[in-house]
């Protein structure tokens, strides 16, 4: 290949940079310092493949695939991200592209085949969590998952929480979980219904791709104080019902108008704050607040992961 | 790399299967081919990054990127198409990417730093050509840069006219472009103004990136009957005045819409006629009719070709 030829990373060599903590934790700590730049950043309209108003795939009708692109003015390079999903029998697949805004150049292709894609969104759960001050006596997952899983993996970064309750449709995936999380994990259970959670669990992480609301609100109280929204990110697809979402004292959302749009708060009428000024300005909080945290995903966040593995290789 | 890594197809080999002449002619049959299924192609809304409404590259404040995606259900992948020009001091540059349908995998990278782009933007320009029924006994050139060339090549397949007019706005490269012709066309001359090529040539083409026009209608009568323009396709840029714009009795465009939005068509209220009902229904041709085809590039394109590479690996 030429001499310029762009540099080929592959999923190997991905996920011998991304499975150490030490990268886990600058992952959180970059996510949060890009977020505090979010104003600076340029992102393309998101052009979503196999999705109305565009017609299915032929070859798998309920597949998608998201291209997101986006840059900070003041860096060298601008990311294209590919990263498909809503395949029912695989994994997501999908790929990071990092160019010279110079020249124009792909520099790099990270065939991260997915994984990056989940690690960013999973640090954005992370650090939502980590900006709660709040007690967390025991966590909530929602969903069993890929995301799931990787939401587990890095909430241990920024929570010495290890009691774990987990809700899923599917009671043998439910187990399977379980399992999985034997060890690292000090006490994990199964609950029956999602709303268990919510008595129980002082913090509640999502992750389904749910097109009905998976967590609902029974009864006037409940003890959960942070709700992160991370899965169902498309018009129409929520997790929450409409109930929970009044009863909060604030949403947040690493990005208002997208959520709104395409994320957990569509049509909804309240005010949301943006990531960075709870980054900057911690969440609202009090004895029984209630906080929902939405992450749909941005552009921003492919940046800054696939940096961060091009500048670990 | 695993062994469903994408293949990874180099410049080189690009340029190998993209130089001789059969292949020439299977593009412009594809392109024709494409265009007749352009009611089934799905494309996305283009992506351009360094171009208002996004802020400008800090490192190349001239450069920009486009992201044009799309795929026809009934075939079993979908492309991606990254091109960046408008950097003063180079070419442009780029890649197209192949990815399943089915599994949402990369199957195919073409590194072609933007040749694909450029061929199959000419392929079109020869294809106007192509549909002209009438005699060409002089065509005419406006621009003197690398699609200028593309387009000479390609239309040497569509037509056995090989006396050309240039104009452009250096001497220098005009004279540039001519000695490079010698020997492929009989008889090629710089023009002093682009507008005498209204007099004397049958067919212009014109590929410039003016943000002016640079084609003017003087005077009330011209010889032209074809103007094909394949430059200038962004917004507030155009190539041609009104007046000659106002005087055709035909407008062509590979897609309508996308040519009034950022075409040589913007803000015009006259019918614009589809590439497809073209190729159905040839071009209205009379005495003294002037027929201007506009050329904006769509993803389709970049679809058709890149399959015809892989086809011809």
Redesign the interface.
């Known amino acids: 290949?030429?001499e310029n030829?762009?540099k080929?990373v592959?999923?190997?060599e991905i996920e011998k940079i991304t499975s150490s903590p030490s990268f886990e934790d600058e992952l959180i700590e970059a996510i949060k310092a890009g977020f505090l730049r979010i104003d600076d950043f340029?992102?393309?309209?998101i052009?979503?493949?196999?999705a109305a108003p565009?017609?299915?795939?032929?070859?798998?009708s309920t597949?998608q695939?998201c291209?997101k692109?986006?840059?900070f003015?003041?860096d060298?390079t601008?990311t294209?991200k590919?990263a498909?999903?809503g395949?029912p029998w695989?994994h997501?697949?999908?790929?990071m592209?990092v160019?010279?805004?110079?020249?124009?150049?792909?520099q790099a292709?990270l065939?991260d085949e997915g994984v990056l894609t989940e690690l960013r969104t999973a640090a954005v759960g992370s650090l939502a969590v980590q900006l709660f001050k709040g007690t967390i006596q025991c966590l909530g997952m929602v969903g069993t998952g890929v995301q799931a899983r990787y939401q587990l993996r890095l909430l241990q970064r920024v929570t010495s929480c290890r009691k774990l309750r987990v809700w899923g449709r599917s009671a043998s995936k439910v187990q399977a979980l379980i399992d999985e999380l034997q060890g690292t994990w000090e006490e994990v259970e199964a609950v029956k219904d999602a709303e268990e959670l919510l008595q129980s669990c002082d913090a509640i992480i999502t992750t389904t791709s749910a097109r009905e609301p998976v967590l609902r609100a029974t009864g006037d109280s409940f003890n959960t104080r942070l709700i992160v929204c991370i899965g169902s990110d498309a018009p129409g697809k929520g997790e929450l019902d409409q109930a929970l979402i009044d009863a909060a004292h604030q949403l947040v959302a690493d990005n208002p108008p997208q959520s709104r749009e395409r994320g957990e708060f569509q049509q909804c009428k309240k005010t949301i704050s943006p990531l960075k000024q709870v980054i900057q300005e911690g969440y609202i909080q009090g004895e029984n607040t209630l906080v929902i945290f939405d992450s749909s995903g941005v552009a921003l966040q492919d940046a800054v992961i696939s940096q961060l593995v091009l500048k670990s290789l």
């Open positions: 290949m030429a030829a762009p080929i592959t999923l190997e340029q992102a393309a309209p052009q979503t493949l196999g565009l017609q299915p795939f032929a070859t798998d597949a695939t291209v692109s986006g840059y003015p003041s060298s601008y294209i590919v498909s999903g395949h695989m997501n697949s999908g790929n592209q160019y010279s805004q110079a020249t124009g150049k792909l292709l065939l």
